[in-house]
């Protein structure tokens, strides 16, 4: 298989950067492990009003949706159910289906692996009955399962406040939320207006969960003592880190920045890493909303274009510089400052986006 | 928290062990995965990562951005050998000796090398 | 933390706390009669002996004096365990394959010449391999075995030995490189990150590193590094009995699948290409492991002398300067240990240890350091 771009997820971030690639007609190859495109935007059920130009506001899976119908019109090759599982001496990505191995030659590669949950440890958080809450949520919104009947939710991010809206809307009964903090870290106010009947613990934790081979009981520490409540579900809603395993397996440089999710990829403003090859989209570059993770997926389109001539520099400019100027504006003052620190360590490395084996 | 408690599930390795591990000198996630095998399951650190790295931040009273992630190998998730064996039609050159083959070469190891 | 590190002296200093050094720093402490110090640029275990398939290997080691000194260590481990405590040491017998019925006469050579030494090597048909170890792919036309070879865990061996060592007062300073080391008024000097400490002997164990030290004594020493690149599965049901050239099961029932060879420096990364061949290899092998998961892939930097032989002993021409280092660290550490200790402290050994010194390569035409 050849291309000029290889795209590695097809989630929001990789979907944008291969239509992006494709009208700038640039031949374009699309993996995904899973069956269908789409990745974590398929069961968010929920309304995304703050969108790039183009995009008309509505819930996460109608605005997948569309991007997956303009996917399949499009002359893109997408190919579900393949997966990276590592390189190739001479620098090509390898590619599973589940029954091959083989490389795909790519001129240019745009890695947009997307994050992952972030674990919460606590005495009995193995039993059955403690997961994560985008874990309950695959199984409302896509599996169409009920975790449970009685919840609390360990967090109270903007996650998790849309999951717990989302977990109550099916007719789950949400106890209370978990925080360690002293105050709510959710800032959607009509989100937590639409809960204000569940009770929201502050400076607490989780003491234990407790049943025979399935969560029964919780027992939280709170200021004013020991709570205890019956549950059959334990939602964990931690925040979510950048999966690092394709960049690492490219050799691409690491740094910590603690408002993008914790270890990120070092990368530029034209969201290449120090892999001159591989470009970075999506939550892969910092955790962040949907509107910037659809931007950072066209921004690193152009960046690859540029890259293998496709666009000439002047080009590549005005088009990547239109959408940082868009990003700036959808995007968190702080996450996108963290970017932006991102972006000044990596202009003032010694050997900038050159690495030796 | 308990130090019974589990941090790795694969493994189940719980924070006492890991606690005993950074108190024998280890001091990065994969000093801890060699001496007590947390990380070394299907998941591969993927779960633990984090949890693990913040109890090596607290018991060394280091900040957490000065302790790094795990060595992440391939491949990024679980493959069938068949599936891994599969698609390469032929190596045009190979890198695997055979223990038999060398004993009986004399001691001539060059014979063994494609580099 | 080391105490006094300006002004004590101890009495040995080793460089390296991989199995080849922590083996000697527990068999030298166990006689009670020296300080030692025991220092590693890392973590025990962050170099090549915590990356290996782990076997304890013998009927195959030639020439047959060779394979003796390996049959004799795989004799120490066994009592070994009772000392230090349990490293998952299995003498389950080793099977080395060959695929062409015209290996047989090499097969039949080499059982004759390390019968001559004590290594009783049978070589098998097919079919008494396959009833052996029903695992096997009736592709092989036979193959040597022993019942001399095994397996070890390398994490657990490594780590009794240096909790064994500390036991007996050994000081360990990890996460400390050395930088150089001098002799001065018959003293080393071993200078390193976190200050200077002084040994009356040295001892360098830096495996694939051990070229680096020798230059801090002006040695060159004839080593090269080869990168082995190895397969792991998801725990199996046990179904290998035996180690088998290539292939073992871990008590926990991971299978390691490797044997793979590449000149590469200290590139410890793995490769797609190799893990393939691999891959191809274990099911040319063992037909069923095909529907089994490689949950992870790692590799190791073996270091080959360069007639593949051990090295060992007092460096020619620096009195109190020793070296360790040899490919199969895991099957000779015991040994290694035991007569490296042997010649410190008594100044002879129960061995001729005469063939592993350095001396053999004084002639070599393009020595440099």
């Known amino acids: 298989m050849e291309a000029d771009v290889l795209i590695v997820g097809a989630g929001p971030a990789g979907i944008s950067a291969a239509l992006t690639a494709e009208k700038f007609g640039a031949k374009v190859i699309l993996i995904d492990e899973s069956f269908s495109p789409g990745g974590q935007l398929r069961q968010q059920t929920q309304y995304f009003s703050n969108l790039p130009t183009g995009y008309a506001p509505d819930i996460g899976l109608k605005v997948i949706e569309t991007l997956i119908k303009h996917l399949y019109a499009s002359s893109v090759q997408v190919y579900t159910n393949h997966t990276m599982i590592g390189a190739y001496k001479n620098g090509m990505i390898g590619v599973t289906d589940g029954n091959k191995t083989f490389p795909i030659l790519a001129r240019a590669n745009i890695l947009a692996p997307g994050a992952q949950e972030e674990a919460k440890i606590f005495p009995g958080w193995t039993l059955p ?14 599996e169409s399962v009920l975790p449970g009947k009685r919840a609390v939710m360990i967090g109270t991010n903007n996650f998790a406040f849309t999951v717990a809206k989302q977990l109550h809307d099916c007719g789950v009964t949400i106890e209370a939320f978990i925080e360690e903090k002293s105050q709510i870290t959710c800032s959607d106010g009509i989100l937590r207006d639409e809960l204000k009947h569940v009770p929201v613990w502050t400076e607490s934790t989780v003491q234990i969960a407790q049943g025979t081979g399935q969560v029964e009981r919780v027992s939280v520490h709170t200021p004013e003592g020991r709570k205890e409540i019956d549950v059959d579900l334990i939602c964990i809603s931690n925040g979510f880190t950048p999966i690092l395993e394709p960049f690492v397996i490219m050799d691409c440089e690491l740094t910590y920045k603690k408002h993008l999710g914790g270890w990120v990829p070092l990368y530029n403003e034209k969201l290449q890493t120090t892999n001159p090859s591989c470009f970075i989209a999506g939550n892969a570059a910092g955790i962040t909303d949907l509107g910037p993770i659809l931007l950072t997926g066209e921004i690193a389109a152009i960046s690859a274009l540029e890259e293998i001539g496709i666009l000439n520099s002047e080009e590549a400019e005005i088009e990547r510089r239109k959408r940082w100027l868009e990003l700036e504006k959808l995007e968190n003052t702080a996450v996108c400052q963290a970017r932006k620190n991102l972006i000044a360590s990596s202009r003032s490395r010694q050997s900038p986006l050159t690495k030796s084996k | 928290m308990e130090k019974s408690t589990i941090v790795c599930r694969c493994e189940e390795i719980n924070i006492e062990e890991i606690e005993l591990a950074i108190k024998n000198g280890a001091r990065t996630f994969d000093d801890i995965k060699r001496l007590t095998r947390c990380g070394m399951g299907p998941c591969q650190a993927k779960i633990c990562m984090n949890p693990v790295r913040e109890i090596i931040a607290t018991y060394t009273n280091t900040p957490l951005e000065d302790i790094p992630p795990p060595r992440l190998r391939m491949p990024a998730i679980p493959v069938r050998l068949g599936a891994l064996a599969n698609g390469v039609e032929d190596f045009k050159e190979s890198s695997i000796a055979s223990v038999f083959g060398e004993s009986v070469e004399d001691g001539d190891e060059q014979n063994d090398e494609s580099v | 933390m080391v105490m006094n590190k300006m002004t004590k002296v101890f009495d040995c200093i080793i460089i390296g706390s991989g199995v080849v050094g922590s083996s000697i720093a527990y068999h030298l402490s ?24 782990a076997w304890v290997w013998v009927h195959s080691k030639t020439p047959n004096w060779y394979g003796e000194l390996s049959m004799y260590s795989a004799e120490l481990y066994a009592y070994l365990e009772k000392k230090i405590g349990d490293f998952e040491y299995k003498r389950t017998g080793g099977i080395a394959p060959f695929y062409n019925e015209g290996d047989r006469d090499k097969a039949l050579k080499l059982a004759e010449e390390q019968g001559k030494v004590g290594i009783k090597i049978d070589v098998l048909t097919r079919d008494e391999v396959l009833e052996k170890e029903p695992a096997v792919s009736p592709k092989i036309a036979g193959a040597t075995f022993s019942k001399w070879d095994g397996n070890l865990n390398p994490f657990r061996l490594v780590e009794l030995y240096i909790r064994a060592a500390k036991k007996n007062g050994v000081q360990c300073s990890f996460y400390n490189r050395v930088t150089s080391i001098k002799k001065v008024r018959g003293i080393f000097h071993v200078e390193t990150e976190q ?28 080593v090269r590094q080869v990168r082995g690149q190895i397969l792991i599965t998801e725990p199996l049901k046990p179904f290998l009995k035996y180690t088998i050239g290539g292939v073992r099961q871990t008590d926990n029932g991971e299978v390691l699948i490797g044997y793979s060879k590449e000149e590469v420096g200290y590139d410890r990364r793995t490769t797609l290409d190799v893990m393939q061949q691999t891959a191809r290899m274990a099911i040319d092998l063992v037909p069923a492991l095909a529907k089994a998961n490689i949950v992870r892939a790692f590799s190791g930097i073996r270091v080959i002398p360069e007639d593949g032989l051990p090295i060992f002993g007092e460096i020619p021409g620096i009195k109190g300067a020793y070296i360790a280092v040899m490919h199969s660290g895991i099957t000779l550490s015991a040994i290694v240990g035991t007569l490296m200790t042997e010649l410190l402290i008594d100044g002879e050994t129960s061995l001729d240890i005469s063939r592993y010194s350095l001396k053999r390569f004084s002639n070599l035409p393009n020595r440099k350091i």
């Not at chain 3, 200050?195 to 004839?222: C, D, H, R, T």
């Open chain 3, 195 to 222: 200050g200077v400490f002084q040994g009356n002997n040295v001892i360098l164990a830096g495996g694939p590193w051990s070229k680096e030290l020798g230059k801090m004594l002006g040695v060159y020493i004839p």
């Open chain 1, 129 to 142: 009955g403690v997961m994560t809450a985008g874990a309950a949520q695959i199984l409302i919104n896509r």
């Open chain 3, 30 to 53: 166990e006689r009670k009669k020296y300080e030692i110090l025991l220092i590693d640029k890392s973590y025990p275990l962050s170099g090549t002996s915590g990356s290996t398939q």
